[in-house]
């Protein structure tokens, strides 16, 4: 019986023609929009935790976040350096390695996300303890720990597959798969949380069947399209050259984010000894704080790829103009939402809980954070075009300097001499500007696309 085929046509976007700003744009749009998707529904749970569940649970989950990104940092910088591997031999127009490289490259995340599970199971109650979590949080928070990495192979597929898919320039396919993540979470958060009162068992597992359905819905569409970058499932197993280049671009952005995540955690751990109420004050503006930090992060991945295909195709002059075009784009998003939430701090916060000290502890942070978030944005805006030449060391470096090694150097010798939070929220705009500081310097002085990898 005939049939008739569905697979979707050739779907790869190159950016290596037409205008920058159009192209850049274009691109980072659905980025931005499937990242702010993605908040919202982190940003969801701790609402209807926190009006449900009350402010412990809410410190349980939102102090989980650390630890989680310290323990999986290393797969999200693998699939970075999967994107970047993959967007350059699309770029070159190399169908038999641009194969190679996706097929490789999720056969990684499927062994990274097993380790993680077993690894995020058997590690988080005695990292939390480390951390100083207060006793009438631990448990909620080493439930909820436990049972998100139960199901975090199926988000370190989805970051392989997003990242597969952002390469190829098609980032609408991401938004539109995290759009349904979030529709699931949100509605599974209401039935579990508010409606079967499962407490902060229903949040993680809302949070893992969500990232199922990601997961799925992008591997379907990988399995379908008619492109260079077509998945099949026979060829999905790890070709040991391509997987050592993946793993060279991939490792210094893997480590960087781990170290950073550690830094993080430190930091978690001085919010953590001012108690519950403060814990759950951080823990509200750290999701307000994500409306700014992932959109700075769409458009340092949006520069990592348009570099990547235009370096892959020679074309150095659209790579140098890109610089600004980023950069501007950025920087004017981080300002216009700055100023928004500070206007609209108080009702915002409010949206967390009714606690009137919980939400004094949010605008405090928000106070310190709002007015500098150009910073960061100038900081990843460079780093991620310089990740795209496939030289991901220098980046790597600043940030570990800036975010890591600096923070840890604060807490441990400047923080003492303050005597309240305030110590630890200053912290974020110093680090990011002394960031942004040395990635102007580097790269203004260096010949990053002259040498890249």
């Not at 797969?75 to 770029?91: D, N, T």
């Not at 690894?119 to 100083?132: P, T």
């Not at 609408?172 to 209401?190: H, P």
């Not at 704080?289 to 458009?299: A, E, R, Y």
Request: proline share 3%; net charge positive.
């Amino acid at each position: 019986m005939p049939q008739t085929t569905t697979a979707p046509r050739k779907k790869t976007r190159l950016m290596t023609e037409g205008g920058i700003f159009k192209n850049l744009l274009l691109f980072a749009v659905p980025l931005i929009l499937g990242n702010l998707l993605q908040q919202l529904y982190n940003t969801a749970d701790s609402i209807i935790v926190g009006n449900f569940l009350g402010s412990n649970a809410l410190a349980a989950v939102g102090s989980s976040g650390s630890p989680i990104f310290l323990l999986i940092g290393f797969s999200q910088g693998v699939a970075v350096g999967a994107g970047v591997v993959v967007a350059q031999y699309l770029g070159a127009k190399d169908r038999e390695d641009a194969q190679i490289a996706v097929h490789t490259s999720l056969a990684i995340a499927a062994i990274l996300g097993v380790v993680l599970t077993v690894g995020g199971i058997l590690v988080c109650r005695s990292l939390l303890v480390w951390m100083n979590t207060p006793a009438e949080v631990l448990e909620d928070a080493v439930t909820y720990m436990r049972i998100y990495f139960g199901g975090v192979l199926f988000s370190v597929i989805y970051n392989m597959a997003a990242g597969i898919l952002n390469a190829a320039g098609n980032s609408q396919r991401s938004l539109i798969y995290l759009g349904c993540a979030s529709i699931t979470n949100i509605i599974l958060d209401l039935v579990l949380i508010a409606g079967l009162r499962m407490g902060v068992e229903g949040a993680a597992i809302a949070t893992d069947i969500s990232q199922l359905v990601s997961c799925i819905l992008s591997l379907r569409f990988l399995m379908r399209v008619e492109d260079d970058y077509r998945v099949t499932l026979r060829k999905i197993r790890p070709d040991a050259k391509m997987s050592a280049r993946i793993i060279r671009v991939g490792l210094p952005t893997g480590i960087q984010n781990m170290v950073i995540s550690f830094s993080n955690v430190l930091v978690q751990s001085s919010v953590n000894g001012y108690g519950a109420v403060a814990m759950a004050g951080f823990a509200a503006y750290m999701k307000i704080d994500g409306f700014n930090i992932l959109p700075v992060m769409s458009f340092s991945m949006a520069a990592t790829t348009f570099v990547g295909q235009n370096f892959g195709a020679g074309k150095l002059d659209r790579v140098k103009r890109s610089l600004w075009v980023t950069l501007a784009m950025s920087v004017g998003y981080t300002l216009l939402t700055g100023a928004l939430l500070l206007v609209f701090r108080y009702p915002i916060l409010h949206l967390f809980t009714q606690d009137d000290t919980v939400v004094e502890f949010g605008v405090a942070a928000m106070k310190y954070f709002c007015p500098f978030y150009f910073l960061l944005a100038i900081l990843h805006s460079l780093a991620g075009a310089v990740r795209g030449t496939g030289k991901s060391v220098p980046p790597m470096v600043v940030l570990l300097l800036s975010l890591c090694l600096f923070r840890v150097a604060w807490i441990q010798f400047i923080l003492p001499f303050f005597h309240s939070i305030e110590g630890v929220f200053v912290l974020y705009p110093v680090s990011w500007g002394l960031g942004a500081v040395l990635m102007v310097l580097y790269t203004w002085r260096a010949n990053w696309m002259e040498h890249a990898a």
